[in-house]
């Protein structure tokens, strides 16, 4: 089996980028964790010379390979490889048909970043639509029943899809559970 020369940083960040948006900061812990591996195994991440020469000297002072990560995502920023915007959008695009904007919300918070205004507002205005639509996926051909477990169980699955306490109640009633869950529990405790 031949083995290849290990890519370098930029080329192992293109690659990642060719693959699905990524943030700032979720690519630049995925490329500490890749300095900081092949620092361990004793390798390098380019096969160039001088990159080794860098590596190693690198070694005593791991904020290099920071420093250098760092370096890395301002160029990928610079050339409009890597957008946090770009990010937000895409994570939103493929999350929107199954999930509820608090759940889409908490989600894009971990990256530390968040919604714009007008993506927010669009969210909210569309959850009534998306919930009620994923609950006809979902419990639709079962059609609408008044067992309290059953109800219970439909609710948990709506709240755990990210869908508000007051959506949650308005797609049961219309789905003809009746007006008695205005007094239920509350689908997100």
Known sequence: MIKRPPVSLK?????WL???EYSRGELRERLLRLVAGTRVRGGTHDDAGAERAAVA???????????????LLDWLVEHRYLSDARFVES??????ARFGHLRIEREIGRHDLALDAEQLRELRATEYERALAIWRRKFGSAGPTTEASARLRQMRFLAGRGFSPEVIRRVLRQSGLGDDLADGPDPSG
């Open 11 to 15: 080329v192992r960040a293109l690659q």
């Open 18 to 20: 060719a693959q699905r």
């Open 57 to 71: 000297a690198d070694e005593a002072d791991p904020a290099t390979g920071e420093s250098e990560v760092d370096t």
């Open 91 to 96: 994570r939103l695009n493929a999350r929107r």
